[in-house]
Every structure is written in C-alpha cells, then in structure tokens.
T-cell receptor
Framework: KAGVTQTPRYLIKTRGQQVTLSCSPI?????VSWYQQTPGQGLQFLFEYFSETQRNKGNFPGRFSGRQFSNSRSEMNVSTLELGDSALYLC????????????FGPGTRLTVL | QKEVEQNSGPLSVPEGAIASLNCTYSDRVSQSFFWYRQYSGKSPELIMSIYSNGDKEDGRFTAQLNKASQYVSLLIRDSQPSDSATYLCAVNSLRTGANSKLTFGKGITLSVRP
C-alpha cells in the first residue's frame, strides 16, 4: 500500500505571499490531519478533515486554511506569509477504524524569506 | 492547558543497553497513546500505540501505560546505533472516532553509542 504523499517537498517563499500544500492519504483513509513542526514549538495540530469537512481545528490564525476533496486528498493554504511560518508541514492519514493511528507523510519544508 | 511532557534530553546509552523514555500527560480523559520515532530531516514514524494499562511489547520495544499516574513510557531493549533519533510521545483524547487531534510532547533525542 502506498504511503502518504505530500507535494511539494520544499518551498521557498517571501513574506506576504501565499502557499498551497497538497497531501494524498493512504488509499482508503478518509481522515487527513495537518501539523506544523518547528524547533521551538515542536509538533502542533493545525486541523483535521474527514469526508470533506473540517472536523477539528488547532489554535492557528485564520491565515491557515484547508480543504478536502471527494477523493480524500487535502490541501492547506497559508496566506500572507510571515517569517514565523517557516516550518515543516506534515500531513497525517488516519483510517478512522484503527484507534486513530496516524501515519505521516514526508512533509513539506517551507522557508519564508 | 492540556500538555504532554517528556524528559529533557538528550539521552545517551551504550549499544546493547536499555533506553527508557518517559512521558506524562495532563488530560485525564486521554485514551490513546503513541510513540513516534523521527530521524533527523525525516517525518515521524509510528512505532508503538497503546490504549490499555499495562505493557505492550513489539520486538525490542515495550510501551508501558499507567493511566492512574498519567504516565506512558517506551523501553528499547538491546539499543542499536540505528535507534539514534528523536522520540515523540503523542496523546489522543479519544480511542476511535471523531477526533484525530494528537497532542505531542517536545520529544527526546536518543543517542546510542557504539
């Protein structure tokens, strides 16, 4: 079974720009969660999508948004980028039937200059 | 504030030793507990999950859960240099169903000396 895929793997943007990241979950998994990982804050939950609906949301500003498509693929968008948005963005796939075990993709490394 | 706390590291053990990694959590309703391993420059990899009090063994790894003490640990027996990584403890307030939010500890870096 193919794992979680994320594209792109690396991004360099400048302040004020916006960015869209993509995630394809494991086949058959319907839940996709997004996390931000930074050296200072560690791994922090952004949001979760299930059946095209946002089911849970972390404490991030409204500049961070996401969506999920009917094929369970998900995108997250960050508008008006700030230097502090530089991070590893991780997508996790959950089957929903196996005790909420989450499997991470390789991540997208975003650098904001 | 619901938190997950891990020992401050780094932790260094000789090859062949037992590495003991500890984690405490503050939310009493927590139901699912996970250990992830993260190599430098890579994403977290799920290595153990545990839901009931007691021990769960998988190869060289043993997870231990004590809900009364709000404590979960990971033991790595016969540590190998390839076990050198950051280990993240994660907690979910539900066992199944409508909540996939994991709360992570800051992680502890393990170094296994040859």
């Amino acid at each position: 079974k193919a794992g979680v895929t994320q594209t792109p793997r690396y991004l360099i943007k400048t302040r004020g720009q916006q960015v869209t990241l993509s995630c394809s979950p494991i086949s058959g998994h319907r839940s996709v969660s997004w996390y931000q990982q930074t050296p200072g804050q560690g791994l922090q939950f952004l949001f979760e999508y299930f059946s095209e609906t946002q089911r849970n949301k972390g404490n991030f500003p409204g500049r961070f948004s996401g969506r999920q498509f009917s094929n369970s693929r998900s995108e997250m968008n960050v508008s008006t980028l700030e230097l502090g948005d530089s991070a590893l963005y991780l997508c996790a796939s959950t089957s929903g039937s196996s005790y909420n075990e989450q499997f991470f993709g390789p991540g997208t490394r975003l650098t904001v200059l | 504030q619901k938190e997950v706390e891990q020992n401050s590291g780094p932790l260094s053990v000789p090859e062949g030793a037992i590495a003991s990694l500890n984690c405490t959590y503050s939310d009493r309703v927590s139901q699912s507990f996970f250990w992830y391993r993260q190599y430098s420059g890579k994403s977290p990899e799920l290595i153990m999950s545990i839901y009931s009090n007691g021990d769960k063994e998988d190869g060289r790894f043993t997870a231990q859960l004590n809900k009364a003490s709000q404590y979960v640990s990971l033991l790595i027996r016969d540590s190998q240099p390839s076990d050198s990584a950051t280990y993240l403890c994660a907690v979910n307030s539900l066992r199944t169903g409508a909540n996939s939010k994991l709360t992570f500890g800051k992680g502890i870096t393990l170094s296994v000396r040859p």
